[in-house]
C-alpha cells in the first residue's frame, strides 16, 4: 500500500460516518516515453519560452491567460486563481444510490482504492460494502480534492471499494452525433442465432493479466537489443502490412460458421499470445571516426 492516500476523510451516510482512506488504483505501467535527441551531439533538445518578434522571456513574466476571443485573454494572477480552488473537505455524501448497470461506461474517469482508516471504522465500512453489493447499487456523491469538485460513484470491490470520479456531462460527447447514420435493420435472426452461439463458445472469466500490450514488448525488446549492440541495428518487420487481395465483401453467414466448426484449433490459443520475434539481424559495422568536424556523416537506412 503507498505511504500516502490520495485523501482521507470520512463517507457519511445519513448519521453515520465512516472514516476512508483513498488510494490511486492505477498506474502508467505500459508506457513507454521518448524524448527528442540532438543526434550529432547525443543532447536533449530543449524548448525555450519565446514570445513572437520579441525572442526567449523570462519566466517570472509569464501569467496564465483565458482566451475569450481571437486574440484577446483574460489574465490571471496565480493567488486569483487559488482564491477560487475549492476547500477540500473532509466527508464525501452519498446523496443518490443508483443500478450498478444504470452509469454509462463513459462517464467513469479514475478509480481509487477505498479502506477503513482503522479497526474501529471496519465494521461500518463492512456493511456498507455487503449493502450496496445486495442492493446491486452504486452511491454517488461529491467530492471536493486538490482544490477541485469531482462527482463520484462508490461500488464494493471485493474485500473493499472502490470509489471512481465521474466526468460531467459537458466532458461527453453525444453518442446520436456520431450514431444517426446507422440504420434500424433488424439482423437476420439465423445470423443473430450464430452470433450468439458463437458468443457462448467463446465466453469466460475475464482475466486481465493474461493480456499484454505487444506493441510495448516489442518496442521493449528492440530498445535493449540496441542498447547492448551499441551500434546501429535494423530490425525488420516479416509482415509488409499489405492487406490480403480479394473481395472487401464477407460472407457473415459463413464467417460465423466456420468460427463455430473449425474454431477448434484456436480456443487453445491464448488472448496474451507473445509477439512474433523478428528476425536476428547482425549488428551494423561500427563507423570510423569522422577525419573532420565539417563532414557530413553518411545517409543510414532507417527501420
Known sequence: MPARPAWRGQIRLALVSIPVEIYTATKSGAQIAFHQVHEPSGKRIKYEKVVPGIGPVNTDDIVKGYEVSKGEYVLLEPEEIDSVKLESRKTLDLIQFVDIGEIDAIYYDKPYYVVPADDLAEEAFVVLRDALRAAKKVGVGQLAMRGQEYVVALKPCGRGMLLETLRYDDEVNKASGYFREIGDTKPDPDLLDLAGTLIEKKAGDFDAGQFHNRYVDALKGLIEQKRKSKGETIIQDPDDGKAP??????????????SLEGGAGNDNASAAEKPRKAPAKKPAAAKAPAKKAADKAPARKRA
Open 245 to 258: 487481395k480479394g473481395s472487401n465483401v464477407v460472407d457473415l453467414m459463413a464467417a460465423l460458421k466456420k
